[in-house]
């Protein structure tokens, strides 16, 4: 089964460390999607991102997150540094989308914790 | 923002009753979906409806949408323990698609 891949499942690191989560979107895909799950804001859209342009990243603390996708095969999610109020689970999701975005593939999620 | 916002937040109902869950949105949209998503896991696609349709079947799951009230229901018929999750629906009126935050369902054996 294609799938999205997100590495770490897992990850724990103390305020100010860096942080780098990376994606494999779904082979064919022409859209990536990072999003931030938090138990008190729902889903964030943190940006996204079509044949490998970014499209929008107005979601993200420019001063701490990039985003980018050095090849079709890899997307990454930057935070440096990081703070506890980071804390999340972070998810990469692709899809195939023409005009209007189609369904999306998530991944498991990276849980973050910042302590 | 579009960000859809679902009604209601949590829901309980016994198996075999039916789970019906809404989501009312602000702005135009090119199409509405509808994902689920199990505790630790990511989200899966359930179903889509696009702008011009007003309901869409797919196995047990019944979806309506009425663009003049900006709003949709996601209807599960005949539920199952295994239907526990929580529900949310995504809004599209361009490149962006823009989550609610969800209604957590509980299916009791």
């Known amino acids: 089964d294609a799938r999205v891949t997100q590495t770490p499942r897992h990850k724990v690191t103390e305020m100010g460390q860096e942080v780098t989560m990376r994606c494999q979107p779904i082979l064919g895909h022409n859209t990536v999607f990072w999003y931030r799950q938090t138990m008190m804001q729902g889903l964030e859209l943190l940006a996204y991102f079509r044949n490998r342009a970014p499209l929008d990243d107005s979601g993200m603390p420019k001063d701490r997150f990039s985003a980018e996708m050095p090849d079709a095969t890899l997307a990454t999610l930057k935070i440096q540094p990081s703070e506890p109020r980071d804390s999340a689970v972070y998810f990469c999701?692709?899809?195939?989308?023409?005009?209007?975005?189609?369904?999306?593939?998530f991944g498991s999620g990276t849980q973050l914790s910042v302590l | 923002s579009q960000q859809g916002e679902e009604d209601p937040q949590a829901l309980s109902i016994q198996e075999g009753e039916n789970a019906t869950m809404n989501c009312s949105y602000k702005?135009?949209?090119?199409?509405l979906q509808w994902y689920r998503q199990n505790s630790g896991r990511g989200l899966v696609h359930l179903i889509l409806i696009r702008s011009n349709e007003r309901e869409k079947h797919s196995g047990r799951l019944r979806v309506t949408l009425d663009t003049s009230k900006k709003s949709s229901s996601l209807l599960i018929t005949a539920s199952r323990a295994a239907d526990t999750a929580s529900y949310f629906c995504a809004t599209s009126s361009g490149y962006a698609l823009n989550f609610g935050k969800g209604t957590s369902l509980l299916v009791t054996p």
């Open positions: 999701a692709s899809g195939l989308g023409e005009e209007t975005n189609e369904k999306l593939f």
């Open positions: 702005t135009s949209i090119n199409n």
